[in-house]
């Protein structure tokens, strides 16, 4: 960074501290929404778990060979939630307003319409998964989803207000 102006280092440095937030509040956020999708999985119900790893098969035409398996699927799921959380401290956090819960929320109603309306109908799902889930499995996966969002962006907010108080 020798070579850096003052201005430069601080667009790094924020650069830095934004994704390094989005990360922390990501990584949270996705373990509170794989564990309690895990729990649906507990009662038994089942929720609409995989869909967009299937649409994006579809999309490659099956091009793209798709591993099966759990670790596979749940890194996936780790990675579109971290993914999320970087999109959502870059693009989506500095143009909405509102309270964090509300942004979270905001973000979550947005996706869940997506892929209600979108993936999983292209998967033949349904509307949200109504082909294959009960209202039970619908609603108990909207609400983990639900969750993730909000907590990252209510978790995404205090680390960004502790480093402007720091």
Known sequence: MAGLSGTDKARRGEFVARAAAALLAGAVAIVLNTGALAAADLVPLATAQGGLLRFLGMLTGGAVAVPAGAMFQTGFHI???LAMALFYAFALEPVLRGPSWQRGLIYAL???LA??????PATGEGFAGSRHLSLAGMTWFAAAHTLFFVVLAVLYARLRAGRELG
């Open 110 to 112: 947005a996706v869940w």
């Open 79 to 81: 990675a579109v939630g």
């Open 115 to 120: 892929n209600a309306a979108i993936v999983l």
